[in-house]
């Protein structure tokens, strides 16, 4: 019965977030307009779907508070999810480094929201209890 409310909670946190996140990106993208700085706009693109992954990964996340023991950090997780989505998050567009993949990658507009997902789901399933 837990895992129907959690699961029912998720599709609504999600479905919310996604309706105030539109109306804040359309904000943004009238203040990137009217100020001639897209630097703010730039950043809540980058980020703006990190929280969804997060929603995603609440099961693990109760899992984790309710283990016993030190907590650890999953190393794996952190080289083969989170240092490539933020690498392929920032380097396009806040750090001076040319970029070793293809443009197409990084300049594609539906790998930004999927790399953030990533993110926020690894970033929660990154840590557990031994």
Do not use: C, D
Not at 32 to 55: C, I, K
Not at 75 to 88: F, G, N, Q, R
Not at 103 to 116: D, G
Request: net charge positive; charged share 10%; no cysteine.
């Amino acid at each position: 019965m837990f895992r129907q409310r959690l699961v029912f909670i998720q599709s609504v946190s999600i479905f919310l977030y996604l309706l105030v996140i539109s109306y804040v990106n359309v904000k943004f993208q009238e203040h990137a307009v009217a100020t001639f700085s897209p630097y703010p706009y730039f950043v809540f693109g980058q980020l703006a779907y990190v929280p969804v992954g997060m929603v995603l990964a609440l099961q693990q996340f109760f899992h984790f508070l309710r283990g016993e023991g030190k907590v650890r950090l999953r190393k794996s997780v952190w080289i083969l999810m989170i240092l490539p989505a933020l690498y392929l998050l920032l380097v396009p567009f806040f750090l001076p480094i040319n970029t070793f993949l293809p443009m197409f990658l990084v300049t594609n507009i539906a790998v930004a929201p999927v790399l953030q997902v990533v993110l926020g789901y690894g970033l929660i399933i990154s840590f557990y209890k031994k």
